[in-house]
């Protein structure tokens, strides 16, 4: 019993997989608005800029 407290007790806490989850939803995140960003009607200044390269185009 003494043993198995000590194996439970000296792990790391820090949660791991839960900062990978937030890390990858946040790129996914910006990934997808870039793209919606990118392929919506421009704002006031925008409208004569070209689209990135790594955009692809979403034909509506």
């Known amino acids: 019993m003494n043993l198995l407290l000590q194996i439970t007790d000296s792990g790391s806490h820090f949660p791991y997989a839960a900062s990978a989850v937030l890390g990858l939803g946040f790129i996914a995140a910006v990934t997808i608005g870039s793209i919606a960003w990118y392929n919506s009607k421009r704002p006031a ?12 185009n979403i034909n509506k």
């Open 45 to 56: 200044g925008w409208e004569n800029t070209e689209r990135p390269d790594v955009v692809p």
